[in-house]
């Protein structure tokens, strides 16, 4: 049973999916004919820690979902006070019988406030936590949502898109959430890049349309340059929940992270 708890830990493919503000894009690599993936792009910066709750409990997985087989994720989402207090929790998704234990462990988590002009402000976290059934526990994963500690300056929208689609937001303007990924399947290893062992992450920046289709999709930096067409190709083919200006859908430039990890 220990090998195969190892071998289920160590063999997977990650995939991280990241909104993040792209403000690197010089003008002149936003409208070269030349495909972004296939010229010389900088590394990726090696990626910042996420900052835990201090106090994290584990949900319990409840006796009767293992009895009947039942696993899968719970998301919520949960606004901190700049006291570290919760002020609102609310539950996005999850099978109702694995949503109550997730809710009683996260109300005793103690959460750490976005710092911001010299003080703490409410935060907004989104939490997922995955119940599976051979490891027979939860295991959380943690976003900030809102604000974005690396908040830029509202940029005006690029220019050398397609004039239907209107204006494009970008992260970090009064009133513009974030579009949401709810199709990414995970990107396939090259041949090369396999036998080679490569690992490491490509940030592919793309116009989410007010229909949730991506756009112009080009690699803004990577540290395997061997894996740079697959980062691109895969992330055409993923749907969006589209972002919103104001309650409404617009077209909002962001930026993805794929990540690629073999574990043998």
């Known amino acids: ?61 409840p006796k009767t979902a293992l009895a009947s087989g039942i696993e899968g994720p719970v998301e919520l989402s949960v606004v901190v006070r700049p006291d570290a207090e ?3 929790l609310r539950v996005l998704s999850g099978n109702p019988v694995l949503v109550t234990p997730t809710l009683k462990a996260v109300r005793q988590w103690r959460f750490r406030p976005v710092l911001a002009k010299g003080g703490t402000v409410e935060t907004t976290y989104r939490i997922k936590v995955r119940f599976n059934l051979l490891l027979q526990e939860a295991i959380s994963e943690v976003e900030v949502e809102s604000p974005k500690e690396t908040a830029s300056p509202p940029d005006t929208p690029p220019r050398d898109v397609d004039p239907s689609e209107g204006d494009v937001y970008k992260l970090g303007q009064t009133g513009v ?43 803004a930096c990577s540290s395997v340059p061997d894996l740079n067409e697959n980062a691109i190709e895969v992330v055409g083919t993923w749907r969006f929940e589209p972002g919103t200006k104001d309650g409404k859908p617009v077209p909002v430039e ?8 073999l574990y043998q």
């Open 254 to 261: 962001i930026g993805v992270e794929v990540a690629f990890y």
């Open 177 to 219: 959430i974030a579009p949401k990924p709810i199709y990414s399947p995970a990107p396939e290893f090259s041949e090369k890049a396999r036998q080679a062992k490569e690992q490491g992450t490509v940030t592919v920046s793309l116009i989410v349309g007010s229909d949730g289709q991506p756009r112009n999709a080009q690699v």
């Open 1 to 61: 049973m220990t090998d195969l708890l190892q071998i289920f830990r160590t063999g997977l493919l990650w995939l991280s999916v990241v909104a993040i503000q792209l403000g690197c894009l010089t003008a002149q690599e936003r409208t070269s004919g030349t495909p972004r993936a296939a010229r010389e792009v900088p590394p990726c910066p090696a990626a910042q820690p996420v900052k835990y709750p201090e106090r994290m409990v584990s949900p319990k997985y």
């Open 86 to 88: 919760i002020r609102d």
